[in-house]
């Protein structure tokens, strides 16, 4: 069985910086991209950074500031948020999406608080 587990969330000033964790436990063959998704109070979960084989893609409100790094042997995965704002203010989910015998299977954790407030 996937346990997936979030680290390192918190509570920051405008313009601060964090390094969010996932790592996965358990055995994950065919693991085709590893992201993290957040979602803010009373808004749906967006899309925020994916590593793959491919490379890193960003949402366009974190480019430049948002770095995403994978490690798939190790099953993990961090963000490293910089020059962070009140928006980014959202729990934060990372998502495993792996291929095993021509099924998809999505892992998730279960979401940690990134706070940015002075």
């Known amino acids: 069985q996937v346990h997936v587990v979030e680290s390192g969330g918190g509570l920051v000033q405008p313009g601060g910086s964090l390094r969010l964790s996932c790592t996965a436990s358990?055995?994950?063959?065919?693991?085709?991209?590893m992201a993290w998704y957040r979602q803010a109070p009373g808004n749906q979960r967006e899309f925020v950074a994916l590593?793959?084989?491919?490379?890193?893609e960003y949402t366009d409100s974190v480019k430049g500031r948002f770095t995403i790094s994978g490690d798939h042997a190790k099953n993990a995965v961090n963000l490293q948020m910089t020059s962070l704002k009140p928006e980014d203010t959202a729990k934060y989910y990372c998502?495993?999406?792996?291929?095993?015998?021509?099924?998809?299977?999505?892992?998730w954790g279960q979401g940690i608080q990134v706070t940015v407030s002075s």
């Open positions: 998502q495993i999406r792996t291929l095993d015998d021509l099924s998809i299977y999505d892992y």
């Open positions: 590593e793959s084989s491919d490379g890193a």
């Open positions: 358990g055995s994950i063959p065919g693991i085709l991209y």
